[in-house]
Nanobody
Framework: QVQLVESGGGLVQPGGSLRLSCAVSGSIFSIYHMAWYRQGSGKQRERVASITRGGGSDYTESVKGRFTISRDNAKNMVYLQMNSLKPEDTTVYYC????????WGQGTQVTVSS
């Protein structure tokens, strides 16, 4: 059974940075395209960044130029570097495959506030 454990969230001021981490266990991680998602209360889950097996990345328009997704296949880890954070980035962030096939983890809360 695949387990996803997200970490690295917290409280940061507008304009600040955070680096989220996602540890994946129980699967051949390197064969999957991966992604970071976020979901606010009462809202649909939104995919904000994705990364292919080979490292190619894509981003939703609202985070382009501010967020960077990366992966370490040797460590079964996916990362999301978030810079120039805005209050509207406040929500819970999750990782999963590009199409969300695994059971979702607990996520990590990101709060951007002064």
């Amino acid at each position: 059974q695949v387990q996803l454990v997200e970490s690295g969230g917290g409280l940061v001021q507008p304009g600040g940075s955070l680096r989220l981490s996602c540890a994946v266990s129980g699967s051949i991680f390197s064969i999957y395209h991966m992604a970071w998602y976020r979901q606010g209360s009462g809202k649909q889950r939104e995919r904000v960044a994705s990364i292919t097996r080979g490292g190619g990345s894509d981003y939703t328009e609202s985070v382009k130029g501010r967020f960077t997704i990366s992966r370490d296949n040797a460590k079964n880890m996916v990362y999301l570097q978030m810079n120039s954070l805005k209050p509207e980035d406040t929500t819970v962030y999750y990782c999963n495959t590009e199409i969300g096939i695994w059971t979702w983890g607990q996520g990590t809360q990101v709060t951007v506030s002064s």
